[in-house]
């Protein structure tokens, strides 16, 4: 097997534990509501520890995924979302090393410092789909397709919903929801590609 097949393979398998392990966090914590509550927050109480192996399986497989974009030998993937991606996987380490101030945004040094990382990974993972959505597009076809290309419009427009719910003091009880929206899309979209990419011939 190409090492980039098994570099996706090995993200895919990442991806579909992170999404997993998101569920878990609602699961152990279901005091917390989804729809204010940022997703940090479960990094706070007892569901530490899983939010850490939750962070982990997100940056192992994002830097799997930029190993077998890298590597591809089909349609090139564009290098601005192949670095993005590969910026993306190092600096969601601050996400995890910094803890969010629960209810807040950017209250303390420590809580300011991870809102700057969710901020710059949040627009990177973004790049990446940005960049890399029309070479997707071109290597599927049929319902995988149509999969990209739905994604492509659902993630632009819930991190545009997670910016105006920060900023609009009205609509932040909805924070949780278009966050969850954007992290969710932009998880699809990174063990999508994963899955085309170890399926390749």
């Known amino acids: 097997m190409p090492f980039?097949?098994?570099?996706?393979?090995?993200?895919?398998?990442?991806?579909?534990?992170a999404l997993a392990l998101l569920i878990a966090l609602h699961r152990v914590e279901r005091q917390r509501n989804p729809?204010?509550?940022a997703v940090s927050d479960y990094g706070t109480g007892k569901a530490?520890?899983?939010f850490k192996v939750y962070g982990a399986a997100g940056i192992i497989g994002a830097a799997a995924l930029c190993r077998a974009m890298l590597d591809y030998p089909g349609a090139e993937f564009p290098r601005a979302a192949v670095w993005c991606l590969g910026a993306l996987a190092v600096l969601r380490l601050g996400i995890f090393a910094f803890k969010t101030d629960e209810?807040?945004?950017?209250?303390t040094r420590e809580g300011i410092v991870h809102l700057v990382f969710a901020?710059?990974?949040f627009t990177l993972a973004y790049e990446v789909?940005?960049?890399?959505?029309?070479?997707?597009?071109?290597i599927t076809t049929g319902p995988l397709n149509a999969a990209f290309a739905l994604l492509g419009w659902i993630v632009p427009i819930s991190l545009a919903l997670v910016v105006v719910t920060m900023v609009?003091?009205?609509?932040?009880?909805?924070?949780?929801?278009?966050e969850r929206a954007f992290l969710v899309s932009t998880l699809l979209w990174f063990l999508l590609l994963a899955a085309r990419?170890?399926?390749s011939a």
């Open 129 to 138: 789909v940005s960049f890399g959505g029309p070479t997707t597009l071109a």
């Open 35 to 37: 729809v204010s509550t």
């Open 119 to 121: 901020v710059v990974t």
């Open 168 to 178: 609009l003091p009205r609509l932040r009880a909805f924070f949780g929801l278009a």
């Open 197 to 199: 990419l170890f399926a």
């Open 48 to 50: 530490a520890k899983l």
């Open 4 to 17: 980039y097949q098994t570099a996706a393979g090995v993200a895919a398998a990442c991806y579909v534990l």
């Open 103 to 107: 209810g807040a945004f950017g209250r």
